[in-house]
C-alpha cells in the first residue's frame, strides 16, 4: 500500500474544497491521488502527456485533463494550481511544471527519477513555491488512511492474475498497459 502516503501528503497540506490540486502521472500511483484529492473536495486536473487517458481521469472523477504535450492547453494552466502531486519517475523538465504552481504553492514529489531533477531557483523565488517530498507514514497514519478509503468507498483499481501469467502482466507493465496494479491471485500458487 506504498499509495497511502497521498493521504499523508495531501492531509499534511492540509488540501481542501477550494483547493486545485493536479496529478501528474495516471498509474498506479497516479489514480489514487486523483481519488483522495477528489475525496477531499479538490478540484483535480490531471496532467498527462497521453491524450487517450482523459477518459479515464474523468472515470476516476478528475475535472479537468490537460495534455501536456499541447502547448496551448500546458499554458492556460499557468500559475494556476495550489498543489501539484508528481508521481512520475521519468525524467522530466520540473521547472516548467513547477511554473503551473500559483503563489505558495508546492509541488509534492512521490515519483523518483534515476537522476536529479533540474531546477532553476528563480522558478521557486519569484512566487514563494515549494517542492516537497512525501513518505510512507506509520501505523497510525496507515489506519487513518484505511478508515478514509471506507468511509469514502475508495479502492485501488487492479487487475486480479494467476502467477502463471506473470511474464504477459511483467510485458504489459513494461508498456504501460495496466490499470492501474497487478495483483496475483494466491490461490493460484497451488
Known amino acids: 500500500m506504498r499509495w497511502h502516503h497521498h493521504l499523508l501528503a495531501l492531509r499534511q497540506w492540509k488540501v481542501g ?4 490540486v493536479a496529478v501528474m502521472g495516471l ?8 481519488k483522495f484529492a477528489v475525496a477531499l473536495g479538490a478540484e483535480v486536473t490531471v496532467l498527462s502527456t497521453s491524450a487517450g487517458k482523459e477518459a479515464d481521469a474523468k472515470a476516476l472523477g478528475a475535472h479537468k485533463f490537460v495534455v501536456t504535450s499541447d502547448k496551448a492547453q500546458f499554458k492556460s494552466v499557468g500559475n494556476y494550481f495550489d498543489f501539484i502531486i508528481n508521481t512520475i519517475s521519468a525524467q522530466i523538465d520540473l521547472g516548467s511544471y513547477v511554473n503551473l504552481l500559483r503563489l505558495d504553492g508546492t509541488m509534492i514529489l512521490l515519483g523518483v ?3 536529479a531533477p ?3 531557483a528563480f522558478n ?7 517542492v516537497a517530498g512525501s ?3 506509520g501505523i497510525a497514519e496507515t489506519q487513518e488512511m484505511l478508515d478514509f478509503c471506507a468511509e469514502h468507498n475508495i479502492m485501488s483499481d487492479i487487475e486480479l492474475i494467476d502467477i ?3 511474464n504477459e502482466a511483467y510485458e ?8 492501474y496494479r497487478f495483483v496475483i491471485d494466491v490461490a493460484s500458487l497451488n
Open 17 to 20: 474544497p477550494g483547493h486545485r
Open 27 to 34: 498509474g498506479g500511483l497516479g489514480h489514487m491521488a486523483v
Open 113 to 115: 527519477p534515476s537522476e
Open 118 to 120: 533540474h531546477l532553476h
Open 124 to 130: 521557486l523565488i519569484a512566487k514563494r513555491r515549494r
Open 135 to 137: 513518505l510512507i507514514g
Open 164 to 166: 502463471q501469467h506473470i
Open 172 to 179: 504489459r507493465m513494461l508498456k504501460g498497459d495496466v490499470k
